[in-house]
């Protein structure tokens, strides 16, 4: 009879240890949800759940795990679908970017650059590897654009450097000419300064 009550009451404190086990996992998906609704980090939350998942499955525990792993799978699926959302406007965001690239509409295109670059904050994650991948590419169209930019005005710059330089220079010649009583060569001179 003590022999029968021993093994009823391990039997009792192995069921009871197995169904606590299984508490603590489901008090370890209640903390992880929460963390996850804080660090908005796409893949490293969904590491965390794939982790939790494998972690789940192997554990020796008494309790619902389909309830359980399939909150864990829904809350899987909605990271990678909110990492596929984040992969396809960065690639829309990269493909315009690379598009106005060569655009010679200075002001228009940089201020599309600058919206672009704000859409680019918002888009959300891609992933690591995608992230690295499209910001590279969208950074370079951006970089080309912003590049070529600055050499046109550079450029411009210079051009009317020159320009003004070549006025002053005609300016001086013709205030040297100004007071001269040979009006018909002062007026060959002056036609051909103009």
Excluded: C
Aim: aromatic fraction near 8%; charged fraction near 35%; avoid cysteine.
């Amino acid at each position: 009879f003590t022999e029968v009550r021993k093994r009823q009451d391990r039997e009792a404190e192995t069921l009871a240890n197995l169904l606590l086990r299984f508490q603590e996992l489901e008090d370890r998906f209640a903390a992880l949800s929460k963390q996850l609704k804080r660090f908005r980090n796409p893949g490293r939350d969904l590491k965390s759940l794939q982790s939790f998942v494998h972690w789940a499955e192997g554990a020796e525990a008494i309790g619902d795990y389909d309830a359980l792993l399939g909150r864990a799978h829904a809350a899987i699926e909605k990271i990678q679908a909110k990492i596929q959302d984040g992969a396809s406007a960065k690639q829309t965001l990269v493909e315009r970017a690379e598009a106005l690239a060569e655009s010679s509409s200075w002001k228009s295109t940089g201020d599309v650059m600058d919206e672009l670059m704000q859409e680019w904050k918002l888009a959300g994650s891609a992933g690591r590897d995608q992230d690295e991948e499209l910001w590279q590419r969208f950074n370079s169209a951006r970089k080309t654009f912003f590049k070529r930019r600055s050499e046109h005005y550079a450029d411009l710059k210079k051009n009317r450097a020159a320009a003004r330089e070549t006025k002053e220079h005609l300016i001086v010649q013709a205030e040297e000419l100004a007071p001269s009583t040979d009006y018909e060569d002062t007026s060959d001179a002056m036609q051909a300064l103009l």
